[in-house]
């Protein structure tokens, strides 16, 4: 005697048992629901950390050039007092922490260059730390051209 296929009324489907599958399935949506709420959880801390350093980073630049900008507009004798208190009342070290500064004069064929350099640690712990260094030369050495010198008194 052969069995006869179960007829189902218009409309309806043979139910087919699914509760392994289904278990299944919700255990794989949760595994690929938390490793990507744990990549993406990385990566915004890494961008934040960037957008950071990066802040530092212009924040050093600017600062780095105002007080060479103040710097080469100061007389050669006052510029040894400058490269000693360099940084001391600068901005940037309330925003970036253990800010380092220097200065250093140097008298070449051209005047005395004038460079200012600022040095903080990296923010995430290895040993490697970030600087910027700028340089221009002193403008109370520089000649002046007797045709602009003349221009200026007339």
Same mark, same amino acid.
């Given at each position: ?10 409309? !309806?489907?043979?139910? *087919? @048992? ?6 299944t399935e ?6 690929? &629901?938390?490793? %990507?709420?744990?990549?993406?959880? @990385? $990566?915004?801390?890494?961008?934040? %950390?960037?957008?950071?350093? /990066? ?5 050093? &630049? !600017?600062?780095?050039? =105002? ?17 000693? @208190? &360099?940084? !001391?009342?600068?901005?940037? =070290?309330? $925003? &970036?922490? =253990?800010?380092?500064? /220097?200065?250093?004069?140097? +008298?070449? @064929?051209?005047?005395t260059r004038?460079?200012?350099?600022c040095q ?8 490697? #730390?970030? !600087?910027? *260094?700028?340089? +221009? ?7 002046? =051209?007797?045709?602009?010198? #003349?221009?200026?008194?007339?």
């Amino acid at each position: 005697m052969s069995r006869k296929p179960r007829l189902c009324p218009v409309g !309806q489907v043979p139910r *087919v @048992s699914r509760c392994g599958s289904i278990m299944t399935e919700l255990l794989v949506a949760a595994g690929l &629901i938390a490793t %990507m709420l744990s990549t993406v959880g @990385s $990566l915004s801390h890494r961008l934040s %950390m960037l957008n950071r350093q /990066s802040d530092h980073y212009r924040l050093a &630049i !600017q600062e780095v050039r =105002n007080q060479l900008q103040a710097a080469v507009k100061l007389p050669k004798d006052e510029l040894s007092d400058f490269a000693e @208190s &360099i940084g !001391q009342h600068a901005p940037a =070290n309330a $925003l &970036i922490p =253990n800010t380092t500064w /220097s200065a250093s004069l140097e +008298d070449d @064929s051209m005047g005395t260059r004038v460079t200012v350099r600022c040095q903080w640690p990296s923010s995430h712990g290895s040993g490697v #730390g970030h !600087q910027v *260094v700028l340089s +221009d030369w002193s403008r109370t050495d520089l000649p002046v =051209n007797s045709d602009e010198a #003349g221009a200026q008194d007339g």
